[in-house]
T-cell receptor, first 111, second 115 residues
Framework: GQQLNQSPQSMFIQEGEDVSMNCTSSSIFNTWLWYKQDPGEGPVLLIALYKAGELTSNGRLTAQFGITRKDSFLNISASIPSDVGIYFCAGRPTTGNQFYFGTGTSLTVIP | EPEVTQTPSHQVTQMGQEVILRCVPISNHLYFYWYRQILGQKVEFLVSFYNNEISEKSEIFDDQFSVERPDGSNFTLKIRSTKLEDSAMYFC?????????????FGPGTRLTVT
């Protein structure tokens, strides 16, 4: 199956700091989704991206669909304690509707 | 806000037993999915379902697995003879109202423990 690598694997930041994470693939994707997962719960959709170069915001979150179509980025500005969780990217290749999930970035926000 | 619901929240079963995991997708969504997540690992696609048939499945979704939409609201995943390695969180997701959209909304999951 497709491999999506997320970086960094984990982050420990101070409240108020900005956060950046990315997701890369060896293959081209047509759609990128970003999810947040709290322990013991299902992933919650944050942002959906459909076109190369697209930049979309959802409150303090901003995600971009990479120009090469092999990567995507998620930024969180002015982090707060409730941002704690695991962030997953998910990509849909050029054929089919199956999404492949990344390895996840664990975010810890220190008050 | 409509949401995907799943039952049970936790299922414990003995190896070799059959289990059925249940999901109620978001009303009027057309596409349904099952994913699994082994503890501490990434979410893995199992199967997608549209228009009362499987549209895609992964290599994980072997003959031990089956899905069904028995009525207008429920979507089920059956594992015929569970193995220890089937222990995981199983998530149902749905997407699409009047046309295909790729924004998948996940349920809270069922934790399956096979002993």
């Amino acid at each position: 199956g497709q491999q999506l690598n997320q970086s960094p694997q984990s982050m420990f930041i101070q409240e108020g700091e900005d956060v950046s994470m990315n997701c890369t693939s060896s293959s081209i994707f047509n759609t990128w989704l970003w999810y947040k997962q709290d322990p013991g719960e299902g992933p919650v959709l944050l942002i959906a991206l459909y076109k190369a170069g697209e930049l979309t915001s959802n409150g303090r979150l901003t995600a971009q669909f990479g120009i090469t179509r092999k990567d995507s980025f998620l930024n969180i500005s002015a982090s707060i304690p409730s941002d704690v969780g695991i962030y997953f990217c998910a990509g849909r290749p050029t054929t089919g509707n199956q999404f492949y999930f990344g390895t996840g970035t664990s975010l810890t926000v220190i008050p | 806000e409509p949401e995907v619901t799943q039952t049970p929240s936790h299922q414990v079963t003995q190896m070799g037993q059959e289990v059925i995991l249940r999901c109620v997708p978001i009303s009027n969504h057309l596409y349904f999915y099952w994913y699994r997540q082994i503890l501490g690992q990434k979410v893995e696609f199992l199967v997608s379902f549209y228009n009362n048939e499987i549209s895609e499945k992964s290599e994980i979704f072997d003959d031990q697995f089956s899905v069904e939409r028995p009525d207008g609201s429920n979507f089920t995943l059956k594992i015929r003879s569970t193995k220890l390695e089937d222990s995981a969180m199983y998530f149902c997701a749905s997407s699409g109202r009047t046309q295909i959209t790729y924004e998948q909304y996940f349920g809270p999951g069922t934790r399956l423990t096979v002993t």
